[in-house]
């Protein structure tokens, strides 16, 4: 399988688990200056990070985490993480998403974003791209610090520059 590369966020990964195979699992290369996604959430995936080579940190809610190789650690559902690499330390990590599905096609278009030259100069998509991402893979996962249920009409407005209608309800009309 061909490796996905992110330049700006120095990382590389290769999906090792095949198309369909309800577990994702990929190789993740990270630089030692990786600074990781911004903190967020599948609310519907249990997300396992099994140390290969080197060393990186996982923040699991509120508290950072060295990883070694042999090491793992396993996100629950619904858990605020991200992971970042450590100065002076690449790192090689199998990573297992479990159900992987949504986060496959997830990824797929993130790196295909990159490779495009779409991303900022920490390697996340600009604004727009962000929304339509999620917008089209709303299983997949959840920013940290915004409601769920708001993310879905913030993702919808982002991509497409506009705001939902929605019809006015009895205390908006003009009574006579």
Known sequence: MSVMVNRAARERARFLSPVGDPVLEMLLELDPT??????????????????????LEILLDRSWR???????????????????????????TVVRISPG???????TDMYGLAAQGRVDAEGAPRLRDAARLFRQHPQAMSVSGVPVLLQR???WALSTGTTPTAPASRLDRSTT
């Not at 990786?34 to 060393?55: I, K, L, R």
């Not at 605020?80 to 690449?90: D, E, Q």
């Not at 599905?101 to 990824?107: E, I, S, T």
């Open 34 to 55: 990786h600074h990781g996604p911004p903190p967020h959430v599948h609310v519907a995936a249990e997300e396992t990070f099994a140390v290969v080579d080197g060393a």
């Open 66 to 92: 060295r990883l070694d190789a042999g090491q793992e650690a396993v996100v629950p559902r619904g858990s605020r993480h991200t992971y970042r690499g450590l100065p002076g330390s690449s790192a090689r």
């Open 101 to 107: 599905g949504p986060m496959r096609a997830f990824l």
């Open 153 to 155: 009409p913030l993702w």
